[in-house]
């Protein structure tokens, strides 16, 4: 997910290939852990490693096109909207991520945004 945030509210977090293909890196941020994942097709997406079930580490998850399954009880997450699939109901917030040539960075101003919401 990409948007048109100022330069300066982009903090970059590392190359594309430092985290596995189908995998997920976990950030650190003063607003809580945010899980890095990056697809099959080198999409990378990010969101709160927070499973809306529980809590469950979703950056330890299994991702599968673009969805992460929560590695505590199997709840399946879109990477793209945060919300949950199938049957079950819970939502985690995104975190857009801008890829340049593989260097990646997320958007300050939408972890501002999550605690403003709080
Ligand atoms: S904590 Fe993720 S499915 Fe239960």
């Known amino acids: 997910m990409e948007t048109n945030w100022p330069d300066e509210n982009w903090v970059e977090i ?3 290939h430092d985290i596995p293909v189908r995998g997920a890196r976990c950030v650190k941020t ?3 852990r945010i899980a890095v994942f990056r697809t099959a097709e080198d999409h990378v997406y990010a969101m709160e490693d927070r499973c809306p079930h529980k809590g469950g580490p979703l950056s330890q998850g299994i991702v599968h096109g673009t969805s992460v399954t929560c590695p505590l009880h199997n709840m399946v997450i ?5 919300r949950a699939l199938g049957a079950d109901e819970g939502e985690v917030r995104t975190v857009a991520v801008r890829n340049r040539d593989g260097m990646l ?3 300050l101003d939408s972890l501002m945004l999550m605690v403003a919401a709080e």
């Not at 879109?78 to 945060?82: A, F, I, M, Q, W």
């Open 14 to 16: 590392g190359d594309i």
């Open 30 to 32: 003063p607003q809580g």
């Open 78 to 82: 879109s990477l793209e909207t945060g």
């Open 105 to 107: 960075s997320i958007a």
